[in-house]
């Protein structure tokens, strides 16, 4: 499935913004979706992962309380709100796909890859 992340930007600490991504595919909704990011000079971590049906979800101990990842499977996308923001969170993010089964953390069970979207947090 091909991905297409959008909706990153320059936002000042404490804002709030919504990352999205987009699916070609219309099988989208066979998939379970996560968020990753990677700062400058770091290696990329997970963020956040729903699964196929938006029921099971998890996240980064250091977005819970913040993040929420959601979807819409009628419109192919899943979506990354993102509020609190800090400069620590300053990073490249990316979506991903997985065949469903359980949701996993794990970059290697991701098959399928979005080109990121940049998004810098201002002090």
């Known amino acids: 499935v091909q991905l297409q992340a959008s909706g990153g930007g320059l936002v000042q600490a404490g804002d709030s913004l919504r990352l999205s991504c987009s699916a070609s595919?219309?099988?989208?909704?066979?998939?379970?979706m996560g968020w990753f990011r990677q700062a400058p000079g770091k290696e990329r971590e997970f963020v956040a992962t729903?699964?196929?049906?938006?029921?099971?979800?998890a996240y980064a101990d250091s977005v819970k309380g913040r993040f929420a990842i959601s979807r819409d499977n009628a419109k192919n996308t899943v979506y990354l709100e993102m509020s609190g923001l800090k400069p620590d969170d300053t990073a490249t993010y990316y979506c991903a796909a997985s065949r469903p089964g359980r949701i996993t953390t794990i970059q290697s069970d991701y098959t399928s890859w979005g080109q990121g979207t940049l998004l810098t947090v201002s002090s």
């Open positions: 729903i699964d196929w049906r938006g029921y099971r979800i």
């Open positions: 595919e219309r099988s989208f909704p066979d998939y379970n």
